[in-house]
């Protein structure tokens, strides 16, 4: 991080950083004097270190999952070959073509999230199911038991990922019942890059 921060500042020095030239989040926020150095190695680590357990199981469930339905397997492999062919990574444009694919990861997150669970402290006085709950409260909100609660979904224990369709008017999902991600200004900032790794891997 010291050699890339002093090579940064050399470029920046010179003129050779500019507007033209792309590079990743934690170098542009050092260009632009919102990140010191110090700040930046610990959004790498975090990032990082958050990303590759949470990525990581969530892959191995959702492979599991597919190889427990071969049908659903065919399914998806068909989908891909028709879009994708022969290339190797999907481009943004193809994800949107192969929507079981992305069916597939809301579905897996669902079932297993990353993270059981949110905590947010509350900024105002708010009145949540007949409780009075007073500003400066933090509350818990567990992802795994409202994402298969039943009020929420059928047959919630299954992994049916066309239960993400939004044709299927009989499953409708309500917007707040599964959030793996968070939500909002506090949601988790990695979930592009997650998401992203999981649609190359299961296209491949």
Request: glycine letters at 4%; aromatic letters at 8%; one cysteine or more.
């Amino acid at each position: 991080m010291e050699r890339k921060v002093v090579a940064l500042s050399e470029d920046i020095a010179r003129g050779v950083v500019d507007e033209t030239r792309v590079v990743g989040i934690l170098e542009q926020w050092l260009i632009e004097g919102k990140l010191e150095p110090e700040d930046a190695l610990t959004q790498a680590c975090d990032l990082l270190s958050a990303e590759l357990d949470t990525t990581k199981n969530t892959s191995t469930f959702l492979l599991y999952e597919l190889a427990k339905q071969p049908a659903l397997q065919d399914q998806l492999c068909a989908e891909i070959r028709t879009v994708l062919g022969d290339k190797v990574n999907p481009s943004w444009e193809d994800l949107q073509n192969i929507p079981l694919v992305r069916y597939c990861l809301k579905e897996i997150l669902r079932l297993y999230p990353a993270l059981d669970m949110n905590v947010q402290e509350i900024k105002a006085d708010v009145v949540l199911n007949g409780y009075q709950v007073p500003a400066g409260t933090f509350v818990v909100s567990c992802n795994s038991l409202m994402s298969q609660s039943i009020d929420y979904f059928n047959e919630p224990d299954k992994f049916i990922p066309e239960r993400w369709n939004k044709k299927n008017k009989e499953d409708s999902i309500h917007p707040f019942s599964s959030l793996p991600f968070g939500f909002g200004q506090r949601g988790c900032y990695g979930r592009r890059l997650a998401e992203l790794e999981i649609y190359i891997l299961l296209t491949n």
